[in-house]
């Protein structure tokens, strides 16, 4: 089959080899002028910094993707395990450290709170049982109802349909071991409170495989990936924008570009946001409802600041992943997560760093060859709501969030950074609307809360138009790397097991556009 895939972001490039690996002759179409979708990689006088995506576990999904060509993702890309995998600040400065070993985790926890210890062995074996009820569903389709009905057992007997905050409070006193312990939804774009208890199973992920760091950073992956599909025979083709996909009788048949254009195709692979795909590349004869994320609950927003400093600072408590979690984390989610819809009232200024969930990327810590010699690169992650219909941050918004966490940084962590600052880069919620498409910016796609995963979630495989598949953040069974690159897998799998000529179920809305126009 002639199949094109629309971005090139993990889940674009994992559908794309896996395609490629059975014989179907496949293009990649990317918008930007190189590949990564939200694994970009920004290059500013001799730093190298990653755009997005810098915590990889679970190798073995990409030794997969290499072993259909019968070849080893170690001949390729050299990753790094790390210990800790992050490392958790309170507003003492005291830290926290997520180890590999368990022992040495539980040791960690009776450190910070002796009457912890047993708590968070029960947490652990909470987590663990989670893990093996849920995990076989993140390979496998959700296409219909029942699947998900098939769960639901599982989600009463582990209460996983509980918040993960919940899950950590019922074992863990600790007031800052609760916060920290349930970080994890925010790498997915959740809140907490209102990610379920299922989603833990990404802890499970670090547990068991561990969390890595590939030298040359996420773009070393991203490249060599890319690398991998052209030896399969599949082509990419750069700064390409899609402005349509063409469908006659409820089946793809190809794809429009901007400049007119047409490439015919049999089967179309989205890795898009779903809300974009719909209301944008579809249009309303074919996949739009009407606004399809309006009242939908999307993931919070970010901005991304990158920093390069013409020193580095060997004695620093920071480690390669840090979480500074020194404010208040009511307030703190609050301002991110608390705006109800089209209230068009604007978040609060943050009155200090403390006021901002803030995750800071040292890769020199590990990897000097990211910035020049006797240099270091780094990038803080800081959490913003998502934007309503036609807003900008104000330019004078971003400068105070860069301002707080370059004074936190100097104050705390890097003493002298503001007078060492060689080059800046930042980008915000503008930038994942307007540059990656994603509606109302959300840099997650859609928040991961109970109704809007597994069977609630965008499909795979559109139940509208033949022919169309979707991949990524988006859709089932949601981001993180280790999601996207399942995402890919279940649509190539659907792909190898589609009839040809097969007309849509129903001309409908589908269970997905259901999810997406909720």
Same mark, same amino acid.
């Given at each position: 089959?002639?199949?094109?895939?629309?971005?090139?972001?993990?889940?674009?490039?994992?559908?794309?080899?896996?395609?490629?690996?059975?014989?179907?002759?496949?293009?990649?179409?990317?918008?930007?002028?190189?590949?990564?979708?939200?694994?970009?990689?920004?290059?500013?006088?001799?730093?190298?910094?990653?755009?997005?995506?810098?915590?990889?576990?679970?190798?073995?999904?990409?030794?997969?993707?290499?072993?259909?060509?019968?070849?080893?993702?170690?001949?390729?890309?050299?990753?790094?395990?790390?210990?800790?995998?992050?490392?958790?600040?309170?507003?003492?400065?005291?830290?926290?450290?997520?180890?590999?070993?368990?022992?040495?985790?539980?040791?960690?926890?009776?450190?910070?709170?002796?009457?912890?210890?047993?708590?968070?062995?029960?947490?652990?074996?909470?987590?663990?049982?989670?893990?093996?009820?849920?995990?076989?569903?993140?390979?496998?389709?959700?296409?219909?109802?029942?699947?998900?009905?098939?769960?639901?057992?599982?989600?009463?007997?582990?209460?996983?349909?509980?918040?993960?905050?919940?899950?950590?409070?019922?074992?863990?006193?600790?007031?800052?071991?609760?916060?920290?312990?349930?970080?994890?939804?925010?790498?997915?774009?959740?809140?907490?409170?209102?990610?379920?208890?299922?989603?833990?199973?990404?802890?499970?992920?670090?547990?068991?495989?561990?969390?890595?760091?590939?030298?040359?950073?996420?773009?070393?992956?991203?490249?060599?990936?890319?690398?991998?599909?052209?030896?399969?025979?599949?082509?990419?083709?750069?700064?390409?924008?899609?402005?349509?996909?063409?469908?006659?009788?409820?089946?793809?048949?190809?794809?429009?570009?901007?400049?007119?254009?047409?490439?015919?195709?049999?089967?179309?692979?989205?890795?898009?946001?779903?809300?974009?795909?719909?209301?944008?590349?579809?249009?309303?004869?074919?996949?739009?409802?009407?606004?399809?994320?309006?009242?939908?609950?999307?993931?919070?927003?970010?901005?991304?600041?990158?920093?390069?400093?013409?020193? @580095?600072?060997?004695?620093?408590?920071?480690?390669?992943?840090?979480?500074?979690?020194?404010?208040?984390?009511?307030?703190?989610?609050?301002?991110?997560?608390?705006?109800?819809?089209?209230?068009?009232?604007?978040?609060?200024?943050?009155?200090?760093?403390?006021?901002?969930?803030?995750?800071?990327?040292?890769? @020199?810590?590990?990897?000097?060859?990211?910035?020049?010699?006797?240099?270091?690169?780094?990038?803080?992650?800081?959490?913003?709501?998502?934007?309503?219909?036609?807003?900008?941050?104000?330019?004078?918004?971003?400068?105070?969030?860069?301002?707080?966490?370059?004074?936190?940084?100097?104050?705390?962590?890097?003493?002298?950074?503001?007078?060492?600052?060689?080059?800046?880069?930042?980008?915000?919620?503008?930038?994942?609307?307007?540059?990656?498409?994603?509606?109302?910016?959300?840099?997650?796609?859609?928040?991961? @809360?109970?109704?809007?995963?597994?069977?609630?979630?965008?499909?795979?495989?559109?139940?509208?138009?033949?022919?169309?598949?979707?991949?990524?953040?988006?859709?089932?069974?949601?981001?993180?790397?280790?999601?996207?690159?399942?995402?890919?897998?279940?649509?190539?799998?659907?792909?190898?097991?589609?009839?040809?000529?097969?007309?849509?179920?129903?001309?409908?809305?589908?269970?997905?556009?259901?999810?997406?126009?909720?």
């Amino acid at each position: 089959m002639q199949a094109v895939v629309i971005g090139s972001g993990f889940g674009g490039l994992a559908a794309a080899i896996r395609l490629a690996a059975a014989g179907h002759d496949v293009v990649v179409l990317e918008q930007r002028d190189r590949i990564g979708g939200r694994a970009y990689l920004y290059e500013l006088d001799g730093f190298r910094f990653d755009g997005g995506p810098t915590v990889l576990t679970a190798p073995f999904m990409f030794e997969e993707l290499f072993a259909l060509a019968g070849e080893r993702l170690e001949d390729h890309v050299r990753l790094v395990p790390l210990d800790p995998f992050y490392r958790a600040f309170d507003a003492d400065g005291s830290h926290f450290d997520f180890h590999a070993d368990a022992a040495r985790m539980r040791e960690e926890v009776a450190r910070r709170s002796p009457a912890d210890e047993r708590g968070y062995e029960r947490l652990s074996r909470r987590v663990s049982r989670i893990f093996d009820a849920f995990y076989p569903y993140t390979e496998r389709p959700m296409m219909q109802v029942h699947v998900m009905l098939r769960m639901l057992p599982f989600l009463l007997r582990h209460r996983a349909a509980l918040g993960v905050q919940r899950l950590v409070d019922g074992c863990i006193r600790d007031p800052f071991l609760r916060r920290a312990l349930a970080f994890h939804p925010l790498l997915i774009g959740g809140h907490p409170a209102r990610t379920p208890a299922l989603y833990s199973l990404i802890v499970e992920f670090e547990r068991r495989w561990g969390v890595h760091y590939a030298v040359g950073g996420t773009a070393a992956v991203v490249d060599a990936l890319g690398a991998l599909l052209e030896r399969l025979g599949g082509r990419i083709r750069c700064g390409v924008e899609v402005d349509a996909i063409l469908v006659q009788d409820g089946r793809i048949t190809g794809v429009r570009l901007e400049d007119g254009s047409e490439l015919p195709a049999d089967v179309v692979v989205s890795n898009a946001d779903p809300g974009y795909t719909y209301d944008r590349l579809l249009g309303a004869a074919h996949g739009s409802t009407g606004g399809p994320l309006r009242s939908t609950k999307p993931s919070m927003s970010l901005h991304v600041l990158y920093f390069g400093a013409d020193r @580095t600072w060997p004695d620093t408590p920071l480690a390669h992943h840090n979480l500074l979690l020194s404010g208040d984390s009511r307030r703190v989610l609050g301002r991110v997560f608390g705006r109800p819809r089209s209230s068009r009232t604007p978040p609060p200024e943050p009155v200090s760093a403390d006021d901002l969930f803030l995750y800071v990327h040292l890769p @020199t810590r590990t990897d000097p060859s990211m910035a020049p010699e006797g240099c270091e690169a780094m990038y803080v992650l800081v959490a913003a709501p998502p934007l309503d219909d036609g807003e900008t941050v104000p330019e004078a918004s971003a400068r105070r969030i860069r301002d707080l966490v370059v004074d936190l940084l100097d104050r705390r962590y890097l003493p002298g950074l503001a007078t060492h600052l060689r080059v800046e880069h930042a980008i915000g919620p503008e930038h994942f609307r307007d540059v990656l498409n994603t509606p109302r910016g959300a840099a997650f796609s859609l928040q991961p @809360t109970l109704f809007q995963s597994g069977w609630f979630r965008p499909h795979n495989r559109s139940p509208r138009v033949d022919g169309l598949y979707l991949v990524g953040a988006g859709t089932h069974p949601g981001a993180g790397i280790p999601a996207v690159l399942a995402s890919g897998k279940i649509a190539a799998d659907l792909i190898a097991r589609r009839r040809p000529g097969r007309r849509p179920a129903s001309r409908r809305p589908g269970p997905a556009m259901d999810a997406v126009s909720r």
